[in-house]
């Protein structure tokens, strides 16, 4: 970064074979990024290879020669993994098992910041699904002592999805006994789509800090919207095409309030070429190229 102002920032990588943890933290350099977030495997099921053979020593170094600090390094728990569902025992179990064991990988991982999404009621009340995720995690936490922070992330609200209001995440979160293990993600994206004004960032801190405490954001994810505030979709788009805009998404990037938390992009791919060099440039540097995407 040239700016005397160090942003931490980074995007969704995949790390891939043969080098995985390594690639991961080599791609996250190229795209001059001082942060990242990965899935330890495929986001969409439980099959994992073992850490043991995902580069992890090369990685570390690598970061720690370019200046990544492993402490805002994010994994990201797969999507099957639902802790607000009591109507299915098997995927709530599974669910339980699988959390637990993505504590451990974060853990062989070196890292701290596990994101999590609260889940799908599948139709139960939003009170039910609260009990049921906030009960999950402190089952889970009972039995890891090994110091990784699960930050819940704020959803969009489809469907049934718990998590659309910061007053629901406040409510799992003011359940969980280990208060140093959970935190909160927030994603401009779903933010937006919930109904929030993401151009308001004063007005979100005060609600934030207010129902939750500001000490418990852990992790932003920094993507445009497909969609309209209040439309509940959740279709991430790429910086500056999207219904939030570059100027307040920069804002973002820049906000003191937010300079020790890590802002993760997960905007999608340009045909077959990554954006997210480009996007981090223009967030970092605070200028806008008219239609870069085409230029990519
Ligand atoms: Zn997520």
Known sequence: MTNDEKILIGSHISLKAPDYFLAGAEQAASFNESSFMFYTGAPQNNRRLPTSIMKIKEGTSFCKEHGMDLSTIVV??????????????????????????????????????????????????????????????????????????????????????????????????????????????????????????????????????????????????????KNVMGSGKDRHENIGYGTIGFETLSRWAHEKRFSSIPKILETPMVGEKYPYKK?????????YVDGWREKL
């Open 279 to 287: 996007e981090i440039e223009m967030l970092v540097s605070g200028k």
């Open 76 to 225: 990201h728990a797969p999507y099957i993994i639902n802790l607000s569902n009591s109507k299915n025992p098997d995927v709530y179990e599974l669910g339980k098992r699988f959390l637990g064991s993505e504590l451990t990988r974060v853990k062989d991982f070196g890292l701290s910041l596990l994101v999590l999404h609260p889940g799908s009621t599948l139709g139960a009340s939003p009170e039910e699904g609260i009990e049921t995720c906030a009960s999950a995690i402190n089952e889970v936490l009972d039995s890891d002592n090994g110091g990784v922070t699960i930050c819940l992330e704020s959803m969009a609200g489809k469907g049934n999805e718990l998590g659309r209001s910061l007053e629901e995440i406040s409510e799992i979160v003011s359940r969980i006994k280990k208060q140093d293990r959970i935190g909160v993600c927030l994603d401009t994206c779903h933010l937006n789509d919930a109904g929030y004004d993401v151009s308001d960032i004063d007005s979100l801190v005060k609600k934030f800090d207010s129902l939750i405490g500001l000490d418990k954001l852990k992790v932003i994810h920094l993507n445009d919207s």
